[in-house]
């Protein structure tokens, strides 16, 4: 009998854990849906009310990456991967716009003979499809200084001196401060690369490990002084405080900017 009534007690305490559990799920998922919702309603309401879908205008867009030819068995899947994506996002677009991806890298290797980039060659009109251009970029980390003329090497080629906008000075400070600094290049090809985007509306500046999707292939920001930049958790709200206080110390104005992305879509007119 004592042992009917234990086994009766173990099955109520199982029901009531289940129907514990259950209230618990709904709760949960009732607050995660009243949070998220608000969110996912203003991102799209920011996406319709910043998206310009301009068929009527010639719009000139690339897609800047640094492609680090060195390190190929690691990056060769993502630029492939990048590569499609581009292909299947300007399929979308208007038949007036042009979004060309423009790869910085150390040499043009048999991956863009196959993919049909070009080596060397600047858009230079609206009417040419778009198309994946390689620039051969010497990265920061092989501009060895020599020892006995303090000279710098800064080009592969010196037919690849008109691509660029290369200050000697400044190529020395960041060789001597982040040549061991690998992410250095992904920025670095925005302030030496001017003479190669130079031509486009937009750039979009990002890294390998992305997918360009077809909501982009029509979209613009609508504020033309924007600077729109990707989200990532770089930095924490004590450092954060601390970094504006260093700043206010040191005379500097601080913009409260921080977590900014590696991913950058601006008006060329705003770069330089």
Same mark, same amino acid.
């Given at each position: 009998?004592?042992?009917? +009534? ?27 849906? %009243? ?13 319709? @009310?910043?998206? %310009?879908?301009? #068929? $009527?205008? $010639? ?5 800047? +990456? ?9 990056? =060769? ?16 677009? %208007? #038949?007036?716009?042009?979004? *060309? ?12 003979? @196959? ?36 000279? @710098? ?9 008109? =691509? ?20 250095? *290049?992904? +920025? ?9 985007? $130079? ?10 490990? +992305? ?45 409260? =900017? ?15």
């Amino acid at each position: 009998m004592l042992l009917k +009534v234990l086994s009766h007690i173990r099955y109520y305490y199982i029901i009531f854990f289940l129907i514990f559990i259950t209230l618990t799920s709904i709760y949960i998922s009732f607050e995660h849906y %009243s949070y998220v919702n608000p969110i996912i309603k203003s991102n799209n309401y920011f996406v319709q @009310q910043r998206s %310009s879908i301009i #068929n $009527s205008s $010639s719009i000139q867009r690339a897609i800047l +990456v640094f492609y680090p030819s060195s390190q190929e068995i690691h990056y =060769l899947p993502e630029i492939r991967w990048l590569y499609r994506s581009w292909i299947e996002m300007i399929k979308y677009e %208007s #038949n007036q716009w042009r979004t *060309d991806f423009i790869i910085f890298t150390e040499q043009y290797s048999s991956l863009f003979l @196959q993919l049909g980039c070009l080596p060397n060659k600047i858009r230079t009109n609206d009417e040419e499809q778009p198309k994946c251009r390689v620039f051969i970029y010497l990265r920061l980390s092989a501009r060895h200084i020599n020892s006995l003329t303090k000279q @710098q090497t800064i080009l592969k080629n010196d037919s690849e001196k008109n =691509l660029f906008n290369i200050a000697i000075p400044r190529s020395i400070l960041l060789y001597n401060h982040f040549k061991k600094y690998q992410y250095i *290049d992904s +920025v670095n090809i925005i302030a030496e690369g001017y003479p190669i985007y $130079s031509y486009y509306d937009f750039i979009l500046k990002t890294d390998l490990d +992305v997918f360009i999707t077809k909501k982009f292939a029509n979209y613009i920001p609508s504020t033309l002084n924007t600077l729109l930049v990707g989200h990532g958790g770089y930095s924490t709200e004590f450092n954060t405080r601390r970094l504006g206080r260093i700043a206010r110390d040191m005379g500097w104005k601080y913009q409260n =900017l921080t977590n900014i992305g590696s991913t950058w879509l601006v008006r060329v007119t705003l770069v330089i």
